[in-house]
């Protein structure tokens, strides 16, 4: 009887646990790159970053909602948010994480393909997940995971990822990003799929 007792607690404090674990999704940041005067990328880029950028987060968003997340943006229109603001947004909630998505640019026209930065060690484990699902999804180049101390990177205080998910100045590849909105949504549900493959 007694062991049964025991039995009965334990099983009950396993489903509290997983039942806590379930609700306890993070709040998840999401920075559009630039926006508004900061239009990104390089002057005389065809494609402006901050446009594909936003239109992204936005996917991201709703994918992330559909799935039960709450979600901030930190733009979600095409205006100017200086990085301490974007900082701000993150670190002002109580268990977050910060997603920061960007498009590339270079002056060989050749550079193609994925980079996913983080700074801080409790986001590696997050930054891995969504570099490998962003190359798979894009079929494009794997320019791998790396370390660098953004400015967003640094003083967000929660686990934070920067994912540079192509370049605009890249011919096949900027008319990609710009020319489909599939692909987009692609890039998105890699994003989406990461995060929740983590949190
Ligand atoms: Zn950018």
């Known amino acids: 009887m007694k062991k049964n007792g025991h039995f009965l607690s334990l099983l009950l404090a396993v489903l509290c ?3 806590s674990a379930a609700w306890s999704h993070p709040t998840v940041v999401i920075d559009a790159g630039h926006g508004g005067h900061d239009r990104g990328g390089v002057p005389g880029d065809r494609y402006a970053e901050k446009t594909y950028t936003l239109d992204v987060a936005k996917r991201l968003r709703n994918d ?3 799935s039960g997340y709450r979600v901030i943006m930190t733009r979600d229109g095409d205006y100017f948010v200086g990085l301490g603001g974007r900082c701000s947004v993150a670190n002002s909630q109580r268990n977050a ?3 920061c998505i960007h498009f590339n640019s270079a002056p060989r026209e050749g550079a193609s393909g994925i980079e996913t930065y983080y700074y801080t060690r409790q986001s590696a ?3 891995a997940a969504v570099h490998s699902r962003l190359v798979r999804a894009a079929g494009t180049e794997d ?3 790396r370390t660098r101390g953004y400015y ?3 003083y967000t205080r929660v686990p934070a990822v920067l994912a540079e998910c192509g370049f605009l100045t890249n011919r096949s ?3 990609r990003i710009a020319g489909s909105g599939a692909y987009r949504q692609r890039l998105a549900d890699a994003l989406a799929s990461a995060i929740r493959s983590r949190y």
């Open 143 to 145: 320019r791998h995971v």
């Open 97 to 99: 994480i910060f997603m």
């Open 173 to 175: 590849e900027g008319a």
């Open 17 to 19: 646990l997983s039942a």
């Open 125 to 127: 484990g997050l930054a």
């Open 64 to 66: 992330l909602r559909s």
């Open 152 to 154: 967003v990177l640094r």
